[in-house]
């Protein structure tokens, strides 16, 4: 069945032909949720560094939450130069 629009489906699968490969556009979009998390996250840092005492459980946590998405980040960029790459 085609699909006529990206919210017919979330398995998001290409509708046109592109620069790249489909895998290269997931790995891309898991890269750049990672990394706008990560963002998030030193934010969150800052805001509690600033006040440490008077900072809620939601920025602690968001700040902590740098700790996986750091390295999870640094991995998605990896595998997306890797993608590119084979073209």
Known sequence: ML???????????LMFRNTYSAPY???LH????RN????LAFDSLRQFLKKP???KWEI???ALS???FIPV?????IRLKQFEKAG
């Open 3 to 13: 699909k006529a629009n990206w919210t017919d489906s979330d398995e998001m699968a």
């Open 36 to 39: 706008y998390r990560k963002h």
């Open 53 to 55: 005492f008077h900072v």
């Open 66 to 68: 740098g700790v996986y």
């Open 73 to 77: 980040t640094a991995v998605a960029r």
């Open 25 to 27: 556009y997931k790995q």
């Open 60 to 62: 602690l946590k968001s």
């Open 30 to 33: 898991r890269y750049v949720h």
